[in-house]
Each structure stands twice: as structure tokens, then as C-alpha cells.
């Protein structure tokens, strides 16, 4: 079960990577997510609903490339269709902080000195065990066949009856590499423009550019950032 908050989670786009120079003139590579307005499309109740939470559309989207059932729903909030909803979990109480229809920006993050930002990695297909587990291959010499590439035996990794004719679940093959969802914690929150509805974090973010990314104040602080926040 998901850990209740005490805010919502937005939702926003990754528009890429770029460098800024801090005080001292040190370079930072930061990631630049832009957020547009979020509207309240419903609020669950420990009454109604069986727990508190708010959900939040964003994005616009034609109505043609929507549903029924969406458009209805967004309508009820007095919005046009919204592209992406994200509903977050709230503590008891919280959610009475939140009404239909109500617009929320970037500027919630105002306060916020770390976040999460949860994101689908990149795809890369059916990789190999090198790529994909970072195998070092077989040797390079002479006497070698053409499997530099190769993974190697896999007979001895039996599984743990000592019977059976297959390995162990979980053996690091080839297969699909990347399209998961990825959760990069306690980003550093460099700056934010509420104006224009920008968010810039110290390093790297999950997904390709123009890929949607949820942020949400960070959870977990690593022990380095626990006594700055």
C-alpha cells in the first residue's frame, strides 16, 4: 500500500538536460521539467471512498483522443479533457485542504529542498547480456570462437532442489532491457519557476525528453542530505 503524503504529487514533463554555474562558478548538469496548471478532478474520502487522496489532471488533449468516460469525468471538475491524472494518497484530513476544480502550479514545491522523481526508462529492446547486465564477455585472444559477446555457461547454476532440469528464476540474461518504471531519490530542487511553471533539479531524470515524470517531496533522504534539510 502506498505511503500516504501530505501534499499531492505533480506530474510534469522532462524537456531535457542542460548545465548552470552556482556561487563559486562551479559547472552542475541539472534536468528541466516543465509543469503545466493541475487541476483537482476528484477528492476521495475516508467515507465516500475508504481513504484520502486528491487526484490531479494535467496536459491538454483533444477531446476526439479521449473517452467517454474521461471526458465526463474531467467535466464534473468544470475542465476540458485532461491528457494525464495522477491520484495521490493523502493522510486522514489532508484532503479536506482540497476542493473540485481547484488549480494547482509548480509553486507547491516552493518550500521543498529534495524530490523524487519517478519516470519510465528509456527502451532499449531485446538486449544481450553484456549491454543489458554489463557482462564483460569472453576473452579477446587467440583460441577464442566468435562468442566474444557471449554470456557464458549457465549449467552450474542449478536451482536449489538440486534436481530439475532448468536454473534458478532470476538468472541475468538476455531479454528486454529498459521501458521500467525508475525512481531516482532526494534530487536536489536547484530552482523553480512558477511563472513559467519550471522546475530545475540537480542531475539526471528518468525517460527520454518530453516523457511525463511524477515529482513528489522526497520520502527517503539519504544521511548526507537528512541534516541540510
Known amino acids: 500500500m502506498t505511503k500516504p ?46 481513504y484520502s487522496a486528491v487526484q490531479l489532471g494535467t496536459g491538454d488533449i483533444q477531446a476526439r483522443n479521449s473517452t467517454m468516460p474521461l471526458i465526463g469525468h474531467d467535466a464534473k471538475a468544470g475542465v476540458a479533457p485532461r491528457r494525464v491524472h495522477n491520484e495521490t494518497r493523502l493522510e486522514d484530513g489532508k484532503e479536506a485542504e482540497y476542493e473540485l476544480g481547484q488549480q494547482l502550479d509548480v509553486s507547491l514545491f516552493n518550500d521543498i529542498k529534495y524530490v523524487d522523481v519517478i519516470g519510465t526508462s528509456k527502451g532499449k529492446g531485446f538486449q ?6 554489463g557482462f564483460k564477455g569472453q576473452l579477446a585472444s587467440h583460441g577464442v570462437e566468435r562468442k566474444h559477446r557471449s554470456p557464458g555457461s549457465i549449467g552450474g547454476h542449478a536451482n536449489n532442489a538440486g534436481k530439475a532440469g532448468r536454473i534458478k528464476k532470476g538468472k541475468k540474461m538476455s531479454g528486454q532491457h529498459g521501458s521500467k518504471q525508475i525512481t531516482v531519490r532526494s534530487l536536489d530542487v536547484v530552482r ?18 518530453k516523457g511525463w515524470v511524477e515529482v513528489r517531496p522526497a520520502t527517503r533522504l539519504y544521511k548526507s542530505k537528512a541534516s541540510k534539510a
Open 192 to 209: 523553480i519557476d512558477a511563472e513559467n511553471g519550471l522546475m530545475i533539479v540537480k542531475g539526471p531524470v528518468p525517460g527520454a525528453n
Open 5 to 50: 503524503s501530505n501534499s499531492p504529487h505533480l506530474v510534469g514533463q522532462k524537456l531535457g538536460m542542460t548545465r548552470i554555474y552556482n556561487e563559486d562558478g562551479v559547472s552542475m548538469p541539472v534536468t528541466i521539467i516543465k509543469f503545466d496548471a493541475h487541476t483537482v478532478t476528484q477528492v476521495r474520502t475516508p467515507e465516500v471512498d475508504g
Open 128 to 133: 544481450g547480456g553484456m549491454k543489458r547486465w
